[in-house]
């Protein structure tokens, strides 16, 4: 630029302010047109615009000098607060379990003082003290896992009275599904005496008969942590084993979940309102798996039995919620 002929004033510009002398080149022949203008910097800072002037404001702070006062920017003061006072929406969330099974869900129902589930952990291995001490005793827990091993191989086109469950069990041991010393934790009248029961037979005559039916249910998370709100798009997953599931002659199903505790000797009121109680959740879940699964516009009608009271709990559901 400086060979331009019409760069006179850029070449003396050094002479004119006094901090040099004339810069003397051979200048090199253009047609352009050029035209030189010399502003101080202080002179531009004067014209400022509101970007200069944030721009002073910045340079004020990274040097640590004091800002004086200025109009409140109401447009800012507003996106600072908003900013200040963001809460995460789903804060909660991340505190939810994505996984349930049936059981960890009748669990919790005791919760910590902050409101939180507090989950017992399930107890994989006995301790070392139970397996060296009366290691031939069998638990409660144990025994209803023999009883519905049972159950689920029993062969449903033999006569299954006493005699012909007896068999049968030994031939469960003899093909090594069960040990010598479980055989003797299988009660057998108690079986014996369900299949005599009109639930017992129904369940000999039906069409098709599935046990130990595993199943996963997406279900919102709001219903396991209601603090989530009804606003809450977030799911988590239920798993569970519904014991028996009959599919009858006219198409009809019928849910059965076999209890070996010990919960009641005879069905008295009292009893059938603590455990209808104590069991609706569980059953409820388990028909509303049936329906999104199986068939969604069929009704499914709901028994409890109780194998060591030998009787059965009904349940009415609205099965339409």
């Not at 000098?65 to 600072?80: A, G, K, N, S, V």
């Not at 003290?129 to 191989?153: N, P």
């Not at 010393?181 to 014996?192: L, T």
């Not at 599935?210 to 977030?234: C, D, N």
């Amino acid at each position: 630029m400086l060979r331009h002929p019409e760069a006179g004033p850029l070449r003396a510009y050094p002479q004119t302010v006094g901090t040099g002398d004339m810069v003397n080149v051979r200048t090199i022949p253009d047609d352009s047109i050029w035209s030189f203008h010399f502003c101080q910097a202080d002179e531009l800072r004067a014209q400022t615009d509101p970007k200069s002037d944030e721009m002073s404001v910045w340079e004020r702070m990274t040097h640590r000098e004091q800002i004086p006062e200025r109009p409140t920017d109401e447009r800012l003061q507003r996106i600072i607060e908003s900013s200040l006072s963001w809460q995460d929406p789903h804060s909660i969330s991340p505190r939810v379990q994505a996984k349930w099974s049936v059981s960890e869900l009748k669990r919790n129902v005791k919760t910590s003082k902050s409101g939180q589930p507090v989950m017992l952990p399930s107890i994989t291995e006995k301790p070392k003290f139970m397996t060296e001490q009366k290691s031939s005793r069998i638990t409660g827990a144990e025994k209803g896992t023999i009883t519905h091993l049972v159950m689920q191989h029993l062969d449903l086109q033999r006569s299954l009275d006493e005699a012909d469950i007896r068999d049968q069990v030994a031939s469960l041991a003899a093909q090594r599904f069960l040990t010598e010393e479980q055989i003797q934790a299988v009660e057998v009248e108690q079986i014996a005496r369900f299949f005599a029961d009109p639930l017992g037979q129904r369940m000999k005559q039906a069409r098709v008969v599935h046990r130990e039916l595993p199943f996963t249910l997406a279900i919102p998370a709001q219903e396991v942590e209601p603090e989530l709100g009804e606003e809450s798009e977030e799911q988590v997953i239920v798993q569970g084993v519904i014991d028996c599931l009959l599919e009858e002659q006219d198409g009809s199903l019928v849910l059965i979940d076999f209890k070996t505790d010990w919960l009641a000797k005879e069905p008295s009121a009292k009893a059938v309102e603590e455990l209808t109680k104590r069991y609706e959740g569980q059953i409820r879940l388990y028909v509303r798996a049936i329906k999104q699964i199986i068939k969604p516009d069929v009704e499914v009608s709901s028994y409890l039995y109780l194998l060591s009271g030998g009787f059965a709990i009904s349940f009415s559901l609205n099965q339409h919620d």
